[in-house]
């Protein structure tokens, strides 16, 4: 397999972007375009059970189910200064950051570390699947109202 023009962070990045884009904005004016345009059609989100949006979204209809939920709660979700941990040859990495969350309700700030495992289609320059770790599930919850 020779080199491909995309690379894990790329694909990120790009979706971070959109993510940022699509979160900040006002119900009304949300434009999922640019974060399906990075998924593949199989796309897995997995959220833990804990959360008020947990379960496992599949493909893009999916991520907009979920990104619409999580817009709901928050008018700002930034992944701020990801480093991507590959292994050459790999589709997988680890992603370690800080998350930047604020409560759309209250305009709480919230940071916490997060983690995410992710696999990316090369080729294609798509996220394949994505698995997030939060840091306080507990602090989340309370910063949004949710008892689970």
């Known amino acids: 397999m020779g080199p491909t023009k995309h690379t894990a962070r790329s694909v990120l990045e790009t979706f971070y972007d959109e993510e940022r884009k699509y979160m900040s904005a006002a119900p009304e004016e949300r434009d999922f375009s640019g974060i399906a345009a990075v998924l593949s059609p199989d796309f897995k989100l997995e959220q833990t059970s804990a959360l008020p949006y947990a379960g496992v979204y599949t493909g893009p209809e999916g991520m907009q189910d979920w990104a619409r939920r999580m817009s709901d709660y928050f008018d700002i979700v930034d992944v701020k200064n990801p480093e991507i941990f590959e292994s050459q040859g790999s589709n997988r990495v680890v992603v370690l950051s800080n998350v930047h969350f604020r409560v759309r309700k209250t305009g709480e700030d919230l940071h916490y570390p997060l983690c995410q495992a992710v696999t ?4 294609k320059g798509t996220m394949v ?20």
Do not use: S, T
């Open 120 to 123: 990316v289609d090369l080729e």
């Open 129 to 148: 699947h994505m698995q997030p770790f939060y840091w306080d599930v507990h602090e989340l919850n309370q910063a949004i109202g949710h008892k689970p």
